[in-house]
Each structure stands twice: as C-alpha cells, then as structure tokens.
C-alpha cells in the first residue's frame, strides 16, 4: 500500500502528520516506511532530528540503486528514507521515482511536496490513496480543493481530509461546512497544542514525546483507523476527559446557584 500525505497549500503540518502518523503506526504494530517525497523542500529528517546521510532519495533515483540503500531506522523504531537537503538535487527527476518503490517490501506512507507541481503530480501518480491535510480556513480549502479535483481526474482513492490545528474557534470553518464544499469526508481533527511545538523544537514526535497528548490520541486513532490495528485509548485520557467535564458541572453550579 501506497499512500501519500498531501497538501493544499505549505505550512499546515504535513509534515509533522505524516511523521507522527508513520510512528503511530509502527507503535500499533504496521511495517510502514515513511518517505520524503518533498524533494526541493525535504524537512522530514530534520524533524527526526538527523541531518547527514551516507545515502538518500534523490541520490538513489539518480545512481539507480535500490530505494533499501537509503532506508534508515530512528532511534523510535520507524523506517524513512530521507531526501537530501543539498540544492545540487533540486533537479532530481521525481517521476523516476514511481520505478523505485517496488524495492520497498513495506507499506509507504509518502510526504508529498505542498501544492500542485510538478513533484506532488509525480506524487499522486505513485499512490494507491492520499491523505489531504489542511487547517480549517478558507484559502487553506481552496487549495484543497485543487488537489481532491487532479486526484479525481487521476483516478486516485482519497481516504479522507485531515483537518490539522483545529482551535475549536468561531473564525474557523466548521466540520459539516469543509464536508460540503469539498464532498469529502473528514477522516480526523487534530487539536493545535502546544506540546507539539515543544515536541518540534526537539526533534522528538508528539506520539512519542507526549503520547497521551490530545493530538496523539488523535493520531493513534487514525494510525488505527488505516492500519486496522486495534487503538485503546488509555484509561488516563477517559478519566481525564470524565474529570473535565465534571469540573465544568460544578463551575457552572456555583455561576448560577451559589450557596
């Protein structure tokens, strides 16, 4: 299986989706290799906090070697294969890398370069199904809109829309209104918090730095959702949502009936 992460637009958090959502899926048990795909812009090593490689994608494509040479393991256990950051590669040739995959005995989950380009057209091509990501704002949907419309035309499975950094804000657009306007289904909603920006800052995703965070959770249930790897979400995060609710009852009870 094929799949690949896609966006709209830049700066709404592929790239921390799809690593996150890759180690997700590695801790639930899934042989999944996460892959740079993102050839002029590669950030995915960086977030894993590794900078120098003996081999990497654009290097594989254009020496013709096998994609397994510059396959590496982070000390989290997950599979990637990096690109490089060198502007020497920045004429790699993306559509050769469709011929490449099939080294790979592993299902692929590909971090596509944002927008619609040469490179994410190149993309698309490879996968079996996308994922979108996208914030919950206007422009963001527009340019959403653009890829679901070249997937359709392509013929590619679209698993579904992950609405990325939601505040839960009455500026935001709502759930059933991005459904409409882009006739696809909302798959996952993954909180903005700021623990993922500290899980950033040190090279450590938010799955693994922080697993009972809100935005974890979410993302384990989706890594469940694809893989079809059982997810129980931790009793701390059930009492935590109970104890939540509860001390909202009681501030609501001494608003309105104080003793």
Avoid: W
């Amino acid at each position: 299986m094929i799949r690949g992460v896609l966006s709209g637009k830049g700066g709404v958090g592929k790239t921390t989706i799809t690593v996150n959502l890759g180690l997700a899926m590695h801790k639930l048990g899934e042989n999944v290799v996460v892959l740079d795909g993102d050839i002029k812009n590669p950030n995915l090593g960086l977030q894993l906090g590794i900078f120098n490689y003996n081999i990497t994608l654009q290097e594989a494509i254009e020496k013709q070697i096998s994609l397994l040479e510059a396959l590496y393991i982070h000390e989290t256990g997950l599979r990637f294969i990096p690109a490089h950051i060198s502007l020497k590669f920045l004429e790699t040739d993306a559509s050769k890398l469709r011929s490449s995959l099939k080294d790979i005995p592993y299902d692929l989950l590909i971090d596509s370069p944002p927008g619609l380009n040469k490179e994410s057209l190149a993309i698309l091509e490879c996968c079996d199904e996308i994922l979108i990501v996208s914030e919950p704002f206007i422009p963001d949907i527009t340019d959403c809109m653009k890829t679901i419309e070249i997937a359709r035309e392509l013929g590619v499975k679209i698993n579904g829309i992950i609405l990325n950094k939601v505040r839960d804000k009455d500026y935001e657009l709502k759930k059933e209104e991005i459904e409409g306007i882009t006739n696809t289904k909302i798959i996952s909603t993954i909180p903005f918090e700021e623990d993922i920006l500290k899980s950033l800052s040190l090279k450590n995703p938010i799955v693994n730095y922080y697993p009972l965070s809100k935005a974890s959770v979410c993302i384990f249930q989706l890594a469940s959702l694809l893989s079809g790897r059982k997810y129980k979400i931790p009793r701390f995060i059930e009492l935590r949502r109970l104890f939540s609710i509860q001390d909202i009852q009681s501030k609501f009870m001494k608003l309105f009936y104080p003793i």
